[in-house]
């Protein structure tokens, strides 16, 4: 059984760091693409990166570049996702999934909430 | 606002059928298959329709997609209470680097 389960989030001050993390299990995870995707607090899906098999692509939605990174540890099953100089509107649900253009899977996400 | 275009909500009875719409345009839509995710209440999303208008093992055939140029629909018959939730309809679009880009989402109501 396909298992993701996101880790990592909590209260942080405008301007601070957090580092997300989403461990895989259940699945080949080196053989897949996998993305991060939020959902602000009664707002609806948004794409935030996503990760080739090998981690030689990353791609990010335009209003995170520069200040989130994501990676990951094939050895270790884990997909990472730093996140430095957060705003409020960062605050949201973060989702680990699956795949790239099709998420198959999905975790239960992990809150994250950007206030002083 | 988002790239793909969804009706904020949506209801029906049970055993009625009811479709949900998503307009997008010719670099995603139009050049790439849809997907449907369901989010039932307090949960993660679920992936329910893949590719236009596949079903993973499992979604019951009451839910179909279906897609036509720069728009797509997903279809619920035999409406049940337990189909109440949010839906999103999601796409490559190649236009953004890399990027996927999702609907706002549809609120579905079994009245």
């Known amino acids: 059984e396909v298992q993701l389960v996101e880790s990592g989030g909590g209260l942080v001050q405008p301007g601070g760091s957090l580092r997300l993390s989403c461990a895989a299990s259940?699945?080949?995870?080196?053989?897949?693409?996998m993305s991060w995707v939020r959902q602000a607090p009664g707002k609806g899906l948004e794409w935030v990166a996503n990760?080739?098999?090998?981690?030689?692509?990353?791609y990010y939605v335009d209003s995170v570049k520069g200040r989130f990174t994501i990676s990951r540890d094939n050895a270790k099953n884990s997909l990472s996702l730093q996140m430095n100089s957060l705003r409020a509107e960062d605050t949201a649900v973060y989702y680990c999934?699956?795949?790239?253009?099709?998420?198959?899977?999905w975790g239960q996400g992990t809150l994250v909430t950007v206030s002083s | 606002q988002s790239v793909l275009t969804q009706p904020p909500s949506a209801s029906g009875t049970p055993g009625q059928r009811v479709t949900i719409s998503c307009s997008g345009s010719?670099?995603?839509?139009?050049?790439?298959?849809v997907n449907w995710y369901q989010q039932l209440p307090g949960t993660a999303p679920k992936l329910l329709i893949y590719?236009?208008?596949q079903r993973p093992s499992g979604v019951p055939d009451r839910f179909s997609g279906s897609k036509s140029g720069t728009s797509a629909s997903l279809a619920i018959s035999g409406l049940q209470s337990e189909d109440e939730a949010d839906y999103y309809c999601?796409?490559?679009?190649?236009?953004?680097?890399?990027?996927?880009?999702f609907g706002g989402g549809t609120k579905l109501t079994v009245l």
């Open positions: 999934a699956r795949g790239q253009t099709t998420m198959t899977n």
């Open positions: 259940g699945f080949t995870f080196s053989s897949y693409w």
């Open positions: 990760i080739k098999q090998d981690g030689s692509e990353k």
């Open positions: 010719s670099s995603n839509i139009g050049s790439n298959t």
């Open positions: 590719s236009n208008n």
């Open positions: 999601a796409a490559w679009d190649d236009s953004l680097n890399g990027h996927v880009v």
